[in-house]
C-alpha cells in the first residue's frame, strides 16, 4: 500500500481500500486527488454493490456521465438524468432526450433534443 501511494498509483491505492472495505477512504482517495481511473473503479464496485446513488455519484467524478447517465435511467432518478445527460455526448443526450419523452418531461426532454443537435424534435 504503501508504495503505491509513493507512486502516486491513486487506482491501486483504491482497489485495496475496496479490498478491504474502507468505502470513505477510497472515495476520499479518488476525489481528493481527481483520479479519474480511481473514481470509475470505485464507481463499478458501488455499482456491483447496487449502490446506485454512490455508483452515479463517482462515475460523474470520473468524468463517466454515459454510465451515470445508464445507472439513473435504470434506478428511475429521473430528475438527475437532465443534468448528468448535459455533461454527457451528443447521443446521450438524444437517448436520454427520448427517454425522458416518454415519461412525459418535455420541458428536459426539449432542452436535451436541443443540446444534442436535433432543434427539429424539440
Known amino acids: 500500500e504503501q508504495h503505491y501511494e509513493q507512486a502516486e498509483d491513486f487506482q491501486s491505492m483504491v482497489r ?57 435511467r435504470q434506478h428511475g432518478f429521473d430528475k438527475e438524468i ?3 445527460a448535459l455533461q454527457s455526448t451528443p447521443r446521450v443526450m438524444i437517448e436520454s432526450a427520448r427517454y425522458l419523452e416518454d415519461k412525459e418531461m418535455f420541458d428536459q426532454a426539449v432542452v436535451l433534443y436541443q443540446k444534442g443537435g436535433q432543434s427539429s424534435k424539440a
Open 16 to 72: 485495496v481500500k475496496c479490498f478491504k472495505e474502507q468505502y470513505k477512504e477510497a472515495e476520499a482517495i479518488a476525489v481528493d486527488n481527481q483520479s479519474a481511473p480511481a473514481a470509475y473503479f470505485l464507481a463499478s464496485q458501488y455499482e456491483a454493490m447496487e449502490r446506485a446513488k454512490d455508483a452515479i455519484r463517482m462515475y460523474s467524478e470520473a468524468g463517466r456521465f454515459n454510465h451515470a447517465v445508464r445507472l439513473a
Open 82 to 84: 437532465l443534468s448528468l
